[in-house]
């Protein structure tokens, strides 16, 4: 459910949102991805369709639409999950850094090192806390217990959950309340050093204060890294995002600034949507 809301109530998050942070990281940061062209088929359904969106380094890019417009597809071609689904078919380019991630000669293994991913739903392993953040520098070769710690607990520390686990680390992850297991998988992210962390709406299944600690943990990470950030919530984009997507029907229907796309929207179908006309 897309929550009805006015301009107005829009407009007011937006005035009280940091503008020295914006116009800090809105001046000229490089291009991480950039997708030009990109079209996307699942078997016969066309789910994107010629998208052409660059994503900004050390800013949080926010995709809206409704529900079925491609958003989550368009996440999971920038560390090529999408692949995945059997019958995907792509065309266009996906640059990152530079590189065509859609070449066949592209190493996916290598994406996935610099691209991590949160889930909407909390998804630990069934594992202890350390664990769950020692296991990616695990399979990256790292087997010093003393690197394995420091590791976790920066981790921790970057993903603001450390104060709440350090005297607990050997216990199961599951014990964990959804908004901490949430903030671990963050952490979990965090070992692997990525670049860019791509997150497919991180707190819907969460209450409002776990919800309110994701979003100020995340303005924290655009200082390190690139976020792109799939949400639902308008007001949730308009409060922590620097650059806005708007996408319909496979479509990207508009593409700005954050405080332009909410309070000077371009198009006629992005005015309805943000004002809550439809979706
Ligand atoms: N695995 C799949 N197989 C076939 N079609 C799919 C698959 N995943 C998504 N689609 C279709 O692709 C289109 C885009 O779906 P997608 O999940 O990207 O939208 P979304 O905007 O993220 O939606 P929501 O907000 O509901 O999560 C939809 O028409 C959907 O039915």
Redesign the pocket.
Known sequence: MHSVISVKALNKKIVTSSEKSQQESLIENPIVFETDDLNLW??D?Q?LKNIQLPIYEKNVTAII??????????LKTLNRMVEL?PGVQTSGTIKYRGKNILDKSFKVEELRTQVGMVFQKPNPFPKSIYDNIAYGPKIHGIRNKKILDEIVEQSLRGAYIWDEVKDRLKQNAYGLSGGQQQRLCIARCLAIEPDVILMDEPTSALDPKSTLKVEELIQELKKEYSIVI?T?NMQQAARISDYTAF?LN?ELVEFTDTNTLFSMPKDKRTEDYITGRFG
């Open positions: 699942y078997s359904t789910a639409g409704p529900s079925g417009c491609g958003k989550s597809t368009y689904v799939v639902h996408m496979g």
